[in-house]
């Protein structure tokens, strides 16, 4: 199992930057492909990007594509999202998942998450 924890959000002005970063422990982190999703209130879990085990190959929704940056730094058991260019529509709760095949844009082919970190972009 993977225990995974997320920090950086927060509130910023539309036109920003922030940047997320999820804490892995337990079996080995390198082993997993990894993921961010987000959740706006009374809408649905959506994927933001994932990224292979070994960070050599990254996806994006196209709503992201562009300001954000996903990557992994397997020494340290840590993934990253630097999100730039905030818009209001990216608030919500943005949480790291990790499943132990390829990447997936699909989160219920997620088998682990963290508990979520809130992003709010002020207008």
């Known amino acids: 199992q993977v225990q995974l924890v997320e920090s950086g959000g927060g509130l910023v002005q539309a036109g920003g930057s922030l940047r997320l970063s999820c804490a892995a422990s337990?079996?080995?982190?390198?082993?997993?492909?990894l993921g961010w999703f987000r959740q706006a209130p009374g809408k649905e879990r959506e994927f933001v990007a994932a990224?292979?085990?070994?960070?050599?190959?990254?996806y994006y929704a196209d709503s992201v594509k562009g300001r954000f940056i996903i990557s992994r730094d397997n020494a340290k058991s840590m993934m990253f999202l630097q999100m730039n260019s905030l818009k209001s529509e990216d608030t919500a709760v943005y949480y790291c998942?990790?499943?132990?095949?390829?990447?997936?844009?699909?989160?219920?082919?997620?088998?682990?998450w963290g508990q979520g970190t809130q992003v709010t972009v002020s207008s």
């Open positions: 998942a990790a499943r132990g095949t390829l990447p997936s844009g699909l989160w219920h082919e997620y088998d682990y």
């Open positions: 337990g079996r080995t982190f390198s082993a997993y492909a």
């Open positions: 990224i292979n085990w070994s960070g050599g190959s990254s």
